[in-house]
């Protein structure tokens, strides 16, 4: 049996409500028609089906009816996201690609003698690790292995549980298996991540993509804060230490990284455009948020009805800050007294509701904290339940082209068919 395996470039999708399959896929359809094959993979993490109230089974339903819809003849996937094992058996009927997160277990220390066994199994990590790619070769001593061990052992000790689960379920080999680590505290190293996939190979794991936190601050819906050269450096050493790793461990040859980006991380595509022609190397991007945010930007720019719905979900969004906030503390970065009170937005026209949220950083209207909190904010439209849904449908035109322009223009483009 032919194993199911991940296309070089793919594009994770989430969409909160479940309405815009049609306008995501058309921005594949757009990247295609430039030259640029990029595989959609629709995400939905539990925590947001959770937080809309919806199924599994709707993410499905979505992909397969947008593709039927556009006539899309390519490769298409419905991922679980952040699926850990208590969570993932009402995704097993559905979906067909499985992010397997286990960053609670880092940290947790694994019994002494997995580190020694583990240690004694891999002398390769041990000493000075030269890979070509990288122009300083890295050292570490069996110290050094141990205390990594001792770190991600646990963690994909896990890994190995829930994917068997699913590989049981399922079958071997008809999934796509990602690996999470990436909502944990501090970022993983590039010999961390060898230790990781080393760990991973023992467990009999056939990881197509792995998740590493990477430096830097990852906020939803908007730019990454950090040093855009110290991540270019840190993802060329992940690509290397991945290629070392397909090589040695016997890991799929398409492993590649995921990144889950919070949407909109564009200072980071031209480096991670660079670093994947220098490598060759493939490379998984998940949004989620963007397309969420676009819903409520095509509504405020149909202006009346839409309009007043969209200060509406601000308005919520505002009082109940700090529930919607909870769930994402660790990713926002909100400045409170920046965001406008409701009777300033109340005042907004059309242009102006729209120019402080739209992803446009050269607009001086455009308010990143006003949007941080809409990106976090889809319960307030959960809660309002068809009169949110049918307003969708209601400025349908409206909302689709926003979703493909900013899928196309601000993600696909830069990041796969260049400037
Ligand atoms: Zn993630």
Redesign the pocket.
């Known amino acids: 049996m032919k194993t199911l395996t991940l296309g070089k470039f793919s594009f994770g999708m989430g969409d909160r409500f479940a309405r815009q399959g049609k306008a995501q896929l058309r921005a594949c359809a757009l990247a295609a028609a430039a030259g640029a094959q990029v595989v959609p993979v629709w995400n939905k993490s539990n925590r947001e089906h959770l937080i809309v109230g919806s199924e599994p089974s709707s993410v499905r339903a979505e992909a397969d009816a947008a593709v039927r819809a556009l006539g899309w003849k390519g490769e298409y996937h419905v991922d679980a996201d952040?699926i850990r094992l208590e969570t993932v058996d009402r995704f097993l009927a559905h979906s067909d690609f499985y992010t397997i997160d286990v960053a609670d277990s880092i940290g947790k220390p694994p019994p002494a003698e997995a580190i020694g066994s583990f240690v004694k199994r891999h002398p390769e990590l041990t000493g000075r690790i030269a890979i070509a790619e990288i122009g300083r070769p890295f050292e570490m001593t069996g110290a050094d292995v141990g205390r990594i061990a001792g770190k991600y052992l646990l963690a994909t000790q896990e890994a190995g549980r829930i994917y068997r689960h699913i590989a049981e379920a399922k079958g071997a080999g008809t999934f796509v298996t990602e690996v999470?680590m990436?909502?944990t505290d501090a970022p993983q190293t590039p010999p961390e991540l060898l230790v990781i996939l080393a760990a991973l190979a023992d467990e009999g794991i056939p990881a197509q993509t792995i998740?590493p936190k990477f430096t830097g601050r990852f906020n939803k819906g908007v730019d990454y804060v950090g040093d855009a050269r110290q991540f270019e450096q840190e993802f060329n050493d992940d690509l290397a230490v991945i290629a070392r790793a397909v090589k040695d461990y016997g890991l799929p040859g398409n492993l590649k990284l995921s990144v889950?980006s919070g949407s909109d991380k564009f200072s980071i595509y031209g480096p991670i455009r660079r670093a994947l022609a220098r490598f060759g190397a493939g490379v998984h991007l998940k949004t989620a948020g963007t397309t969420w945010l676009e819903e409520i930007i095509g509504l405020a720019e149909a202006d009346g009805e839409g309009l007043r719905l969209a200060k509406e979900i601000y308005g919520q969004a505002l009082e109940h800050a700090e529930e919607v906030s909870a769930p994402y503390a660790a990713v926002i970065d909100i400045d409170r007294a920046k965001l406008p009170a409701i009777a300033v937005v109340a005042g907004w026209s059309a242009a102006q509701f729209v120019a402080a949220l739209r992803h446009d950083q050269k607009n001086p209207e455009f308010n990143p904290h006003l949007r941080q909190l809409l990106h976090v904010g889809y319960k307030m439209a959960a809660k309002l339940g068809d009169r949110y849904l049918t307003a969708l449908d209601e400025f349908e035109a409206s909302v689709s082209a926003n979703v493909t322009t900013n899928l196309f223009e601000r993600h696909l483009r830069p990041l796969f068919v260049g400037a």
């Open positions: 952040h999470s990436d909502e998740a889950h």
